[in-house]
């Protein structure tokens, strides 16, 4: 079984509607099927009740759907690691490569677990070809 990190992008593909969900979701197969494990920093259920609500606000999702969606993605949370073990290095990455600290939670998490980081972010997978993985190569 692999382990990846997944990234808060692809869980939001998982459950709204978006140009990635039919490999978010047959990821998420995958995982049920036990053919690959997800790990993710715990400040992901934050991320994806951001981007839950923010499609309520845009139109994406009726309200009260972003709940219902949120409440899904609790009964399949991946194991979750504490963000404040990692955030040092975050901070250190983030500041070196001019980029938000959450992304480099991931990375940090990576670089410790010894997996990659599933993810639909481009930028992400150009700057850290060796801790990422695009979900459409799985």
């Known amino acids: 079984m692999s382990t990846f990190i997944l990234d808060a992008c ?40 951001h981007a839950l609500t923010r499609a309520e606000r845009q139109g994406k999702l009726m309200v009260g759907e972003g709940q219902i969606a949120f409440n899904e993605f609790l009964a399949t949370c991946p194991k979750l690691y504490p963000y404040f073990d990692y955030l040092d290095r975050a901070m250190q990455l983030s500041s070196r490569l001019r980029i938000g600290v959450f992304d480099c939670l991931y990375v940090a998490l990576s670089e410790e677990q010894d997996c990659r980081v599933v993810t639909v972010d481009e930028r992400f997978l150009e700057l850290f070809p060796d801790q990422s993985v695009s979900l459409h190569s799985l």
């Open 10 to 49: 692809v869980a939001i593909s998982m459950l709204v509607e978006e140009n990635d969900t039919h490999a978010a979701r047959a990821l998420q197969a995958d995982v049920t099927n036990q053919i690959h494990e997800l790990i993710a920093p715990d400040s992901l259920p934050i991320e994806v009740a």
